[in-house]
Structures are given as structure tokens and as C-alpha cells.
């Protein structure tokens, strides 16, 4: 029996893994499988369906694989002229394929409920970030300052790393009220494998906080991972500006091949 290719979908989605769906939209001459045809290829390469089987698979499941780094759909035509060994038949005639990518929504953890968090949470939110607030002063970080985030946490930076499931769709951005908080979430958030951490400050406020750091035994390699001062260079100066800066820096990380 042919599995149900969206039941797989939903699946890879509610295990947190990630996918490509591979449709069948063009198909002339002599081709296995005909338009409306699916398969879904997974991180590994493994795939769930078919479009045909064949060397033509192969090629498509390299090019999913691409579309899943990426993040962006894509369109691929191919030309199949001669036999293909992977069938054992003939399969002359031309395939179009349209590959989507299969992603998680990616995650905002805020660490720090000031001004900056108040505007960023809203502008993340609708750019399609699940959004954390995070703040260790009771009445900062509460549901009713942030109707739009999913969660809201009062509670001492360091221990909220506890509570929190930060993955590599995950994007940490560090504006807390001080030198010595931005300094021990750093330290938590590089144990993470998030994809984005930016800290707020000053070059030289950045290096002392790297210096004390790396006195207790982060590496180099690690540190390079942070992007500080945060934001794209806007010259942005109100706290709204600034988190225009750090979105569209978030954005540009998302989106990079």
C-alpha cells in the first residue's frame, strides 16, 4: 500500500526533524511515474515515496538535501535520454520536479525584557519566530508585557538555560540590563547549538566580556560564533531602530546558503 506522503510530513514535523517534498509537476515521454507524483527525502537521504526510482532519484534526492540547507523551494528539470541501470527499462522523455523544504519554525530566545525585547518580540512574531522572554526581575517578562510570545520566564539567567529547548533552529539575542548578565547567558548560550547569539554593547565592553570568558576556558572558536555588536549596521539609535538591526541581521543568518 502507497503511504499517505503528508501523514509522513506531519510526522517529521512533530519529531522536530526537518524534510524536502519532492512533487512531480512535469513528465513527458516515456517516464516511470506520472505528474502528482511525491516522495519526501529526509536529513539523512533516506526517502519516503517515490518518483520513479532510478538515477533520476538519486539526482533529485542531492538536490532536496541542497533545498533543506537553503530553506527555499526550488524547481529542477532533468532529461532522461538513454536507459536507466536503476529501473531496467527505458525511460526517455523529459521530468520537472518542485522541491519544497520541510522546516521548523525557527525560535527567539530574548534574554533581557527591556525595550529593545518590547519591540523585537512583536516584529519576530511576525516574521514567524516562536518567541521566548526571558528576564530575571519579576514584572518584566510576563504574558501580559508579551501577548505575543509563546512563553514568558521569571527567572535567573543561568537556570533558565534549564527550561528552555534551544536547538539549531534556535536564535538567542542577549539584552539584558548589564555587563555581568549578557556575560553568563553567553556562557550558557555557547553550549548551545543555536544557529544565531547576538549580544548587545560596545566593542570594548564585547572583548572584556570575551576576555573573562576565555579566563575560563572558552575558546577562540567559540567566541566567534557571537555576533557583537548585535544588528546590521543601520546606524540605528532608538530602541526600535535597533531591533529592526538585530531582525533583519536574524533574517539574513536564516537565509544564508
Same mark, same amino acid.
Given at each position: 500500500?502507497?503511504?499517505?506522503?503528508?501523514?509522513?510530513?506531519?510526522?517529521?514535523?512533530?519529531?522536530?526533524?526537518?524534510?524536502?517534498?519532492?512533487?512531480?509537476?512535469?513528465?513527458?515521454?516515456?517516464?516511470?511515474?506520472?505528474?502528482?507524483?511525491?516522495?519526501?527525502?529526509?536529513?539523512?537521504?533516506?526517502?519516503?515515496?517515490?518518483?520513479?526510482?532510478?538515477?533520476?532519484?538519486?539526482?533529485?534526492?542531492?538536490?532536496?538535501?541542497?533545498?533543506?540547507?537553503?530553506?527555499?523551494?526550488?524547481?529542477?528539470?532533468?532529461?532522461?535520454?538513454?536507459?536507466?541501470?536503476?529501473?531496467?527499462?527505458?525511460?526517455?522523455?523529459?521530468? $520537472? +520536479?518542485?522541491? %519544497?523544504?520541510? @522546516?521548523?519554525? !525557527?525560535?527567539?530566545? /530574548?534574554?533581557?525584557? *527591556?525595550?529593545?525585547?518590547?519591540?523585537?518580540?512583536?516584529?519576530?512574531?511576525?516574521?514567524?519566530?516562536?518567541?521566548?522572554?526571558?528576564?530575571?526581575?519579576?514584572?518584566?517578562?510576563?504574558?501580559?508585557?508579551?501577548?505575543?510570545?509563546?512563553?514568558?520566564?521569571?527567572?535567573?539567567?543561568?537556570?533558565?538555560?534549564?527550561?528552555?529547548?534551544?536547538?539549531?533552529?534556535?536564535?538567542?539575542?542577549?539584552?539584558?540590563?548589564?555587563?555581568?548578565?549578557? $556575560? +553568563?547567558?553567553? %556562557?550558557?548560550? @555557547?553550549?548551545? !547549538?543555536?544557529?544565531? /547569539?547576538?549580544?548587545? *554593547?560596545?566593542?570594548?565592553?564585547?572583548?572584556?566580556?570575551?576576555?573573562?570568558?576565555?579566563?575560563?576556558?572558552?575558546?577562540?572558536?567559540?567566541?566567534?560564533?557571537?555576533?557583537?555588536?548585535?544588528?546590521?549596521?543601520?546606524?540605528?539609535?532608538?530602541?526600535?531602530?535597533?531591533?529592526?538591526?538585530?531582525?533583519?541581521?536574524?533574517?539574513?543568518?536564516?537565509?544564508?546558503?
Amino acid at each position: 500500500m502507497e503511504i499517505d506522503i503528508y501523514e509522513e510530513v506531519a510526522k517529521v514535523k512533530s519529531e522536530g526533524r526537518e524534510a524536502a517534498l519532492v512533487t512531480l509537476i512535469g513528465a513527458s515521454g516515456s517516464t516511470p511515474r506520472g505528474e502528482g507524483a511525491k516522495m519526501m527525502v529526509l536529513e539523512d537521504g533516506s526517502t519516503r515515496g517515490t518518483i520513479g526510482g532510478g538515477s533520476i532519484e538519486r539526482e533529485v534526492t542531492q538536490a532536496a538535501l541542497e533545498v533543506m540547507r537553503k530553506g527555499k523551494p526550488e524547481r529542477y528539470k532533468y532529461e532522461l535520454k538513454k536507459a536507466d541501470e536503476g529501473l531496467g527499462m527505458i525511460c526517455g522523455g523529459d521530468v $520537472e +520536479v518542485f522541491i %519544497e523544504p520541510v @522546516l521548523q519554525s !525557527p525560535s527567539l530566545f /530574548i534574554f533581557g525584557a *527591556g525595550h529593545i525585547a518590547y519591540t523585537l518580540s512583536k516584529m519576530a512574531q511576525m516574521a514567524g519566530y516562536k518567541v521566548t522572554i526571558i528576564d530575571d526581575r519579576p514584572g518584566f517578562a510576563t504574558p501580559e508585557r508579551y501577548p505575543e510570545a509563546e512563553k514568558t520566564l521569571t527567572t535567573s539567567f543561568g537556570s533558565s538555560f534549564k527550561e528552555l529547548n534551544i536547538s539549531k533552529w534556535s536564535f538567542i539575542v542577549i539584552v539584558t540590563y548589564g555587563h555581568q548578565a549578557d $556575560e +553568563v547567558v553567553l %556562557e550558557e548560550a @555557547l553550549k548551545t !547549538p543555536a544557529r544565531y /547569539i547576538g549580544m548587545i *554593547g560596545s566593542k570594548s565592553k564585547n572583548q572584556a566580556v570575551y576576555d573573562s570568558l576565555k579566563s575560563r576556558g572558552v575558546t577562540e572558536e567559540q567566541i566567534s560564533r557571537v555576533y557583537a555588536p548585535i544588528g546590521t549596521r543601520i546606524n540605528a539609535h532608538t530602541p526600535e531602530e535597533i531591533a529592526v538591526s538585530i531582525l533583519g541581521q536574524m533574517i539574513q543568518v536564516r537565509r544564508s546558503s
